[in-house]
């Protein structure tokens, strides 16, 4: 069995009106409008983030450059910035 639970929620009156129209326009009700958008951001957290490749500055292809912390954000933005 489903459980439900009543709450109140305050909602901007224009994201409400199209909330409202959406509902109208599918012929579902208000509930099932913002349970659907509730369930979609809520999965879309649950989605393992990819990320973005990192490239170090490297010496004469012979790995990394000498004397750089990677341990020490602050340093590698000033030799990405010394390198722009």
Request: glycine letters at 4%.
């Amino acid at each position: 069995m489903l459980r439900c639970m009543r709450t109140t929620v305050r909602l901007d009156d224009s994201i409400l009106k199209e909330a409202k129209k959406l509902a109208a326009d599918t012929g579902r009700s208000l509930t099932a409008v913002i349970e659907d958008a509730l369930r979609e951001i809520v999965n879309r957290r649950k989605v393992p983030v990819r990320k973005a490749r990192i490239s170090f500055p490297v010496d004469k292809g012979r790995g990394l450059r000498r004397g750089i912390d990677l341990d020490s954000s602050a340093e590698l933005l000033n030799v990405m910035d010394d390198m722009v």
